[in-house]
C-alpha cells in the first residue's frame, strides 16, 4: 500500500494582526524562538514525517522566506526528484480567503499530476508544534476517511490529509461544486464524503496576533514547554549560519533566558529571547522581551514587553516599556533614540 505524502504548505494567507512583523516579510518567514522562522516547524514536521516533496505557495512578500529556505538543503530537500518547491501567485488580487484554495493550486496543477505521491497534506504555515504526521495518515488510512482534519482542543489546526486524487477532483471542478478552499469542503456536511477528526494533544502555539506571538514566545522560557516541542528524536531544522558563541563580559547577568549565538551580552538579560548577532550595552537592563538577530541595544537602557525587530539600533539611555498584552513593537531596520522616548 503506497502510504506515502507530499507537502503542501499554503504561505498565502495576510494576517493584518500581524502587520508590524510583515511589512518586510511574509507570515511563514516571521522569526520564533531565538533562531527559527515560522515555516520551519511545518517543514521539519514534514521532514521528520518521511514527507520527501514539498510544494510552498507564497504570495505576498516572500523574498525574504525563499532566501531563508534556498534549495531546501538544510531539510534534506535538495534532491533530484521531489524535493522543495516554490509556487508563488501570479494574481496578488485574487482572494484567498482561506487555507488551501483551489484556485491557487489551479495554477501549479501540473505539481499534483506529476506527483507520484497517493496522499496530499495540506498545511497553514503559522502554527507550531512538533507531531507525526504519519499517525494522522494511519488514522485517516484505518477509518477510511475521504479527507481527516487535525486539530487541538476542539480548534482546527488548518492541517488535512487526503488522497491526491480526491485533490485533484475538487480543484479541477471548483467550478461545479462551488467549493473554493479544502476548508469549505470540511465545512459542508451536504456531500458524501467522509470527514474525520484527528485530535492532537501535544503543544500547540497558532501564530495570529501579534499578543499571540509574544505570549507563545514567553512560554518557550518554561522547560517543560521547550521539551515538548524540541523533541530530540523529531528536531526542527533551520537555516544553518556559522558564527561564534555567544561573549558574556564580567559585568553580563542572564536569567532564564534564550540567547542564540553571535551576541555580546554587557548587560542584564531575563526571561527574554535574544536572537543571533544582537549587542546589549553596560547598564541596559531587558526583561520580559523579544530582540531580534543583529539588533543593537545600547548603554544605560531600560526594555520591558518589548518585541525589537531585527537590524533595529537603540541608542543609549532610552526606555522602552510596553505590556503582557500589548508588547511595544519596534519595526525593522529602524533607529530607536532618546528623543524617541515611548
Known amino acids: 500500500m503506497n502510504k506515502t505524502m507530499l507537502g503542501v504548505i499554503d504561505a498565502t494567507k495576510y494576517i493584518d494582526t500581524l502587520e508590524s512583523l ?3 516579510r511574509c507570515v511563514a518567514a516571521i522569526p520564533f524562538a531565538g533562531r527559527y522562522r515560522l515555516i520551519d516547524f511545518v517543514l521539519s514536521n514534514m521532514v521528520n514525517s518521511g514527507i520527501e516533496s514539498v510544494a510552498i505557495f507564497p ?7 525563499m532566501d531563508h529556505l534556498g534549495s531546501g538543503k538544510n531539510w534534506d530537500l535538495n534532491r533530484k526528484r521531489d524535493g522543495l518547491f516554490f509556487f508563488p501567485s501570479p494574481d496578488l488580487n485574487m482572494p484567498y480567503e482561506h487555507v488551501g484554495a483551489f484556485e491557487h493550486f489551479e495554477q501549479h496543477i501540473d505539481y499534483f499530476l506529476r506527483s507520484k505521491q497517493k496522499y496530499a497534506l495540506i498545511c497553514n504555515s503559522y502554527t507550531v508544534c512538533n507531531i507525526d504526521y504519519q499517525m494522522v495518515l494511519k488514522r485517516h488510512i484505518e477509518s477510511e476517511c475521504d479527507i481527516t482534519e487535525v486539530r487541538h482542543q476542539g480548534k482546527s489546526l488548518e492541517m488535512f490529509i487526503l488522497e491526491t486524487s480526491l485533490l485533484l477532483d475538487l480543484i479541477i471542478n471548483r467550478n461545479q461544486t462551488g467549493y473554493r478552499s479544502i476548508i469549505d469542503v470540511v465545512r459542508d456536511h451536504r456531500h458524501q464524503l467522509k470527514i474525520c477528526d484527528y485530535e492532537y494533544s ?12 509574544f505570549a507563545h514566545s514567553m512560554e518557550l522560557l518554561h522547560p517543560m514547554i521547550w521539551k515538548q516541542l524540541f523533541v530530540k528524536s523529531r528536531p526542527i531544522y533551520t537555516k544553518v549560519k556559522d558564527e561564534p558563541p555567544t561573549k558574556y563580559t564580567s559585568e553580563a547577568v542572564v536569567k532564564n533566558s534564550i540567547v542564540a549565538n553571535g551576541c555580546i551580552i554587557e548587560g542584564h538579560v531575563e526571561n527574554s529571547i535574544i536572537f543571533r548577532a544582537v549587542k546589549v550595552g553596560k547598564g541596559t537592563v531587558i526583561k520580559n522581551s523579544i530582540i531580534m538577530q543583529k539588533s543593537q541595544i545600547g548603554e544605560n537602557c531600560e526594555l520591558d514587553c518589548v518585541i525589537i525587530d531585527k537590524d533595529v539600533k537603540v541608542e543609549s539611555d532610552v526606555a522602552l516599556y510596553g505590556t503582557v498584552q500589548q508588547p511595544f513593537v519596534i519595526r525593522k531596520g529602524t533607529v530607536q533614540g532618546a528623543l524617541m522616548n515611548q
Open 202 to 213: 501535544g503543544y500547540v502555539a497558532v501564530i495570529d496576533s501579534i499578543e499571540n506571538y
Open 22 to 24: 510583515t511589512l518586510n
Open 59 to 65: 504570495k505576498y512578500q516572500y523574498r525574504s522566506l
